[in-house]
């Protein structure tokens, strides 16, 4: 079991509608965390289509935090998905409260992942990169770092700055091997094959690019805005989340048993 967070260089590639359909169409227990210091709890406004409103979830995960109590609190502080196996645990209501949690990141990053015990994976919206507020540790402790990106001039070049910054930052905390690149739009123009060997050398030679995300509006629809999608779990968007997840889950177990090779 794992925690992984997605993230973004610039722009609005699909973190959210990646993690939340990834979540969804996995098959098994999952958390779902959002931590994106942008505000305005948007899997609720999006996938839910407003019909709640926002729990301070997040603000009553810092006040257990603060009472010794955040691992016993988590699990009353997520919400079930209609339909699924996945917890939500929502984010804040406004990019204002994201400063105040500056100090939950690290003790939520061990309680998400004592999850492991009880067999469920987490995956993380963090938002995009440089935020105030953003949730680094969350990042830097992750098991496996992803960012998404479109195959688009625009979105490489934001990536290219911040993939070098990144890889530094966890290479600085021993887990340069577990950032990752998700391709959205493969072919949009680049090809995965033409972005990862451009990125390849911002990554000590080995391109970071990890699992596309077909280009699929239509399907994407039903994860951002609640639509009703016909036939859903046979559109290209739902095949290649779930190629997504296998490959992740290859790259943690690979990571793990590479760690796990090192001489104490």
């Given amino acids: 079991m794992a925690v992984i967070t997605l993230t973004s260089?610039?722009?609005?590639?699909?973190?959210t509608t990646t993690a939340l359909g990834w979540a969804l169409s996995r098959g098994r227990p999952t958390v779902l965390v959002d931590a994106d210091p942008t505000g305005g709890a948007s899997m609720l406004a999006g996938y839910l289509r407003g019909q709640m409103m926002p729990?301070?979830?997040?603000l009553e995960a810092w006040t257990a935090q603060q009472q010794g109590r955040l691992r016993a609190a988590l699990p009353s502080l997520t919400m079930s998905l209609p339909d699924s196996q996945v917890g939500l645990l929502?984010?804040?209501?406004?990019?204002?409260?994201?400063?105040?949690?500056?100090?939950?990141?690290?003790?939520?990053?061990?309680?998400?992942?004592?999850?492991?015990?009880?067999?469920?994976?987490?995956?993380?919206?963090?938002?995009?990169?440089?935020?105030?507020?953003?949730?680094?540790?969350?990042l830097h402790g992750a098991d496996l770092a992803l960012v998404v990106c479109r195959a688009d001039l625009v979105s490489l070049s934001a990536l290219r700055s911040w993939l070098a910054t990144l890889h530094t930052e966890l290479e600085e905390v021993g887990g340069s091997s577990s950032l990752g690149v998700v391709i959205v739009g493969p072919g949009r123009p680049y090809s995965e094959a033409e972005v990862g060997k451009v990125l390849a050398p911002l990554c000590g030679g080995r391109s970071p690019v990890l699992a596309s995300v077909a280009?699929?509006?239509?399907?994407?629809?039903?994860?951002?805005?609640?639509?009703?999608?016909?036939?859903?779990?046979?559109?290209?968007?739902?095949?290649s989340l779930r190629h997504l997840d296998d490959a992740a889950r290859k790259r943690v177990a690979s990571t793990t048993r590479d760690l796990s090779e090192v001489p104490s």
Wanted: cysteine-free; aromatic content about 4%.
């Fill in 215 to 239: 280009w699929d509006p239509k399907a994407a629809a039903a994860f951002s805005a609640g639509a009703q999608v016909r036939r859903l779990g046979s559109s290209k968007l739902v095949a």
């Fill in 9 to 15: 260089a610039s722009g609005s590639p699909g973190v």
């Fill in 55 to 58: 729990p301070d979830a997040l």
């Fill in 90 to 138: 929502p984010g804040t209501r406004s990019h204002s409260q994201a400063r105040g949690l500056v100090g939950l990141w690290e003790p939520l990053l061990a309680a998400l992942k004592a999850l492991e015990g009880t067999g469920q994976d987490v995956l993380v919206d963090v938002g995009r990169l440089g935020l105030a507020g953003s949730p680094t540790p969350l």
